[in-house]
Protein backbone atom coordinates (compact mmCIF):
# COMPACT_ATOMS: atom_id res chain seq x y z
CA UNK A 1 0.00 0.00 0.00
CA UNK A 2 0.89 3.72 -0.25
CA UNK A 3 3.32 4.49 2.54
CA UNK A 4 4.33 8.24 3.65
CA UNK A 5 6.93 8.89 6.07
CA UNK A 6 8.10 12.16 8.04
CA UNK A 7 11.32 12.94 9.42
CA UNK A 8 11.98 13.58 12.19
CA UNK A 9 8.95 12.18 14.55
CA UNK A 10 10.47 14.47 16.98
CA UNK A 11 11.67 17.72 17.30
CA UNK A 12 12.76 19.92 20.50
CA UNK A 13 14.22 23.40 19.29
CA UNK A 14 14.96 26.68 21.10
CA UNK A 15 12.77 29.53 20.44
CA UNK A 16 14.09 31.73 17.29
CA UNK A 17 15.14 28.85 15.96
CA UNK A 18 14.04 27.15 12.25
CA UNK A 19 12.76 23.87 12.29
CA UNK A 20 12.34 21.86 8.91
CA UNK A 21 10.18 18.62 8.77
CA UNK A 22 10.21 16.21 5.92
CA UNK A 23 7.51 14.18 3.94
CA UNK A 24 8.24 11.64 1.52
CA UNK A 25 6.00 9.34 -0.59
CA UNK A 26 8.15 6.40 -0.26
CA UNK A 27 6.32 3.45 -3.03
CA UNK A 28 4.28 6.40 -5.31
CA UNK A 29 4.47 9.51 -6.77
CA UNK A 30 2.15 12.32 -5.29
CA UNK A 31 1.64 15.43 -7.03
CA UNK A 32 0.10 17.15 -4.17
CA UNK A 33 0.89 16.82 -0.50
CA UNK A 34 -0.68 18.61 2.24
CA UNK A 35 0.21 19.53 5.77
CA UNK A 36 -1.71 19.83 8.81
CA UNK A 37 -1.74 20.90 12.10
CA UNK A 38 -2.81 18.97 15.18
CA UNK A 39 -3.50 20.54 18.89
CA UNK A 40 -4.11 18.49 21.84
CA UNK A 41 -7.57 16.63 22.03
CA UNK A 42 -8.23 18.09 18.47
CA UNK A 43 -8.99 17.46 14.98
CA UNK A 44 -6.41 18.01 12.26
CA UNK A 45 -6.52 21.47 10.41
CA UNK A 46 -5.14 21.77 6.81
CA UNK A 47 -2.83 24.54 6.68
CA UNK A 48 -1.86 24.10 3.24
CA UNK A 49 -1.79 22.49 -0.26
CA UNK A 50 1.60 21.66 -1.94
CA UNK A 51 1.53 21.24 -5.65
CA UNK A 52 4.94 19.72 -6.86
CA UNK A 53 7.02 22.35 -8.85
CA UNK A 54 4.29 24.82 -8.13
CA UNK A 55 3.63 27.51 -4.60
CA UNK A 56 1.67 25.96 -2.49
CA UNK A 57 -1.70 27.38 -1.42
CA UNK A 58 -2.68 28.53 2.43
CA UNK A 59 -5.28 28.09 4.43
CA UNK A 60 -6.83 31.24 5.77
CA UNK A 61 -4.69 32.76 8.87
CA UNK A 62 -2.26 30.71 8.21
CA UNK A 63 1.16 32.39 7.60
CA UNK A 64 3.12 31.89 4.45
CA UNK A 65 6.17 33.30 5.69
CA UNK A 66 6.18 31.35 8.90
CA UNK A 67 5.51 28.21 7.38
CA UNK A 68 7.77 27.89 4.53
CA UNK A 69 6.51 24.51 2.13
CA UNK A 70 8.61 23.37 -0.31
CA UNK A 71 7.65 20.55 -3.05
CA UNK A 72 10.26 19.60 -4.93
CA UNK A 73 9.71 16.47 -6.20
CA UNK A 74 6.94 14.08 -6.65
CA UNK A 75 8.30 12.42 -3.83
CA UNK A 76 8.99 15.12 -1.07
CA UNK A 77 7.93 17.92 0.79
CA UNK A 78 9.54 19.86 3.13
CA UNK A 79 7.89 21.95 5.93
CA UNK A 80 9.96 24.71 7.50
CA UNK A 81 8.51 26.53 11.07
CA UNK A 82 10.41 29.48 10.54
CA UNK A 83 11.59 31.34 13.96
CA UNK A 84 9.56 29.09 16.07
CA UNK A 85 8.23 30.09 19.12
CA UNK A 86 6.58 28.18 21.83
CA UNK A 87 2.90 28.67 20.31
CA UNK A 88 4.30 26.74 17.30
CA UNK A 89 4.45 23.43 19.15
CA UNK A 90 2.36 21.33 18.05
CA UNK A 91 2.30 17.96 15.87
CA UNK A 92 2.37 18.21 12.44
CA UNK A 93 0.92 15.50 10.21
CA UNK A 94 1.64 15.26 6.04
CA UNK A 95 -0.31 13.58 3.97
CA UNK A 96 0.13 12.55 0.04
CA UNK A 97 -2.28 12.00 -2.96
CA UNK A 98 -1.53 9.78 -5.60
CA UNK A 99 -1.96 10.82 -8.55
CA UNK A 100 -2.98 7.49 -9.97
CA UNK A 101 -5.35 6.46 -8.40
CA UNK A 102 -8.49 6.71 -9.05
CA UNK A 103 -10.05 7.85 -6.03
CA UNK A 104 -9.40 11.14 -6.66
CA UNK A 105 -9.87 12.23 -2.61
CA UNK A 106 -7.82 9.31 -0.60
CA UNK A 107 -5.07 10.93 1.06
CA UNK A 108 -2.28 8.67 2.32
CA UNK A 109 -0.62 10.17 6.29
CA UNK A 110 2.16 10.52 7.27
CA UNK A 111 3.30 9.35 11.07
CA UNK A 112 3.45 13.14 12.41
CA UNK A 113 6.06 15.19 14.06
CA UNK A 114 5.71 16.25 17.27
CA UNK A 115 7.42 19.97 17.55
CA UNK A 116 8.34 21.35 21.06
CA UNK A 117 9.28 24.90 20.86
CA UNK A 118 11.40 26.08 24.58
CA UNK B 1 -20.15 22.86 0.62
CA UNK B 2 -19.32 19.30 2.74
CA UNK B 3 -19.61 19.36 6.57
CA UNK B 4 -18.89 16.32 8.64
CA UNK B 5 -20.13 15.52 11.88
CA UNK B 6 -19.15 13.31 14.48
CA UNK B 7 -22.07 13.46 16.69
CA UNK B 8 -20.30 12.23 19.89
CA UNK B 9 -17.04 13.41 21.31
CA UNK B 10 -16.22 10.79 23.52
CA UNK B 11 -17.68 7.08 23.76
CA UNK B 12 -17.47 4.49 26.39
CA UNK B 13 -17.90 0.46 26.09
CA UNK B 14 -16.80 -2.24 27.65
CA UNK B 15 -15.00 -4.73 26.52
CA UNK B 16 -16.22 -7.00 23.99
CA UNK B 17 -19.88 -5.63 23.58
CA UNK B 18 -20.80 -3.66 20.47
CA UNK B 19 -19.48 -0.24 19.49
CA UNK B 20 -20.91 2.86 17.26
CA UNK B 21 -19.31 5.75 16.62
CA UNK B 22 -21.79 8.26 14.77
CA UNK B 23 -21.20 10.32 11.66
CA UNK B 24 -23.40 12.50 10.01
CA UNK B 25 -22.55 14.34 6.14
CA UNK B 26 -23.78 16.74 4.03
CA UNK B 27 -22.55 17.07 0.59
CA UNK B 28 -23.56 18.56 -2.66
CA UNK B 29 -21.75 15.82 -4.46
CA UNK B 30 -21.74 12.39 -3.66
CA UNK B 31 -18.92 11.60 -1.48
CA UNK B 32 -16.10 9.84 -0.58
CA UNK B 33 -16.61 9.23 3.29
CA UNK B 34 -13.33 7.46 5.09
CA UNK B 35 -12.73 6.17 8.77
CA UNK B 36 -9.47 6.68 10.26
CA UNK B 37 -8.11 5.66 13.75
CA UNK B 38 -5.89 7.26 15.90
CA UNK B 39 -3.52 6.12 18.53
CA UNK B 40 -1.82 8.50 20.62
CA UNK B 41 0.70 10.22 19.50
CA UNK B 42 0.51 8.47 16.04
CA UNK B 43 -0.44 9.44 12.74
CA UNK B 44 -3.98 8.45 11.24
CA UNK B 45 -4.73 4.82 10.25
CA UNK B 46 -7.54 4.37 7.65
CA UNK B 47 -9.90 1.97 8.46
CA UNK B 48 -12.17 1.62 5.83
CA UNK B 49 -13.56 3.72 2.91
CA UNK B 50 -16.72 4.80 1.02
CA UNK B 51 -16.79 5.08 -2.31
CA UNK B 52 -19.95 4.47 -4.05
CA UNK B 53 -19.08 0.82 -5.16
CA UNK B 54 -20.72 -0.76 -1.98
CA UNK B 55 -23.12 0.85 0.78
CA UNK B 56 -21.71 -1.60 3.37
CA UNK B 57 -17.84 -1.47 3.97
CA UNK B 58 -15.79 -3.70 5.72
CA UNK B 59 -12.59 -1.92 7.10
CA UNK B 60 -9.47 -3.84 9.39
CA UNK B 61 -9.79 -5.28 12.90
CA UNK B 62 -13.58 -6.21 12.62
CA UNK B 63 -14.80 -2.18 12.05
CA UNK B 64 -17.27 -1.83 9.19
CA UNK B 65 -19.70 1.03 7.92
CA UNK B 66 -22.73 1.54 6.25
CA UNK B 67 -23.00 4.47 4.07
CA UNK B 68 -26.86 5.45 4.30
CA UNK B 69 -28.06 7.78 2.15
CA UNK B 70 -31.50 8.75 2.74
CA UNK B 71 -30.12 9.52 6.89
CA UNK B 72 -26.84 10.92 5.47
CA UNK B 73 -25.20 8.98 8.19
CA UNK B 74 -21.50 6.72 7.60
CA UNK B 75 -21.82 5.18 11.09
CA UNK B 76 -19.00 3.07 12.18
CA UNK B 77 -19.77 0.11 14.41
CA UNK B 78 -17.74 -2.98 15.40
CA UNK B 79 -19.85 -6.47 17.10
CA UNK B 80 -17.32 -6.96 20.11
CA UNK B 81 -14.83 -4.07 21.32
CA UNK B 82 -11.25 -4.66 22.26
CA UNK B 83 -9.28 -2.70 24.40
CA UNK B 84 -6.92 -2.14 21.73
CA UNK B 85 -9.55 -0.35 20.03
CA UNK B 86 -9.17 2.50 22.79
CA UNK B 87 -8.35 5.45 20.37
CA UNK B 88 -9.26 8.99 18.54
CA UNK B 89 -11.39 8.10 15.92
CA UNK B 90 -12.09 10.51 12.52
CA UNK B 91 -15.08 10.70 9.85
CA UNK B 92 -13.82 12.20 6.95
CA UNK B 93 -15.61 13.46 4.17
CA UNK B 94 -13.97 13.82 0.64
CA UNK B 95 -14.89 16.70 -1.77
CA UNK B 96 -13.15 17.94 -4.84
CA UNK B 97 -9.86 16.78 -3.84
CA UNK B 98 -9.60 17.47 -0.61
CA UNK B 99 -10.80 16.19 3.04
CA UNK B 100 -13.16 17.47 5.52
CA UNK B 101 -12.71 16.00 9.44
CA UNK B 102 -14.93 15.67 11.42
CA UNK B 103 -13.86 16.94 15.47
CA UNK B 104 -13.46 13.54 16.47
CA UNK B 105 -14.54 10.67 18.99
CA UNK B 106 -12.81 9.26 21.52
CA UNK B 107 -13.09 5.66 22.46
CA UNK B 108 -12.59 4.48 25.96
CA UNK B 109 -13.14 1.05 26.09
CA UNK B 110 -13.41 -0.49 29.89
CA UNK B 111 -12.35 -3.92 30.87
Known amino acids: GAVVSQHPSRVICKSGTSVKIECRSLDFQATTMFWYRQFPKKSLMLMAT?????????EQGVEKDKFLINHASLTLSTLTVTSAHPEDSSFYIC??????????????FGPGTRLTVL | AQSVTQLDSHVSVSEGTPVLLRCNYSSSYSPSLFWYVQHPNKGLQLLLK??????LVKGINGFEAEFKKSETSFHLTKPSAHMSDAAEYFCVGGSQGNLIFGKGTKLSVKP
Open chain 1, 95 to 108: SARDQTSGLYNEQF
Open chain 1, 50 to 58: SNEGSKATY
Open chain 2, 50 to 55: YTSAAT
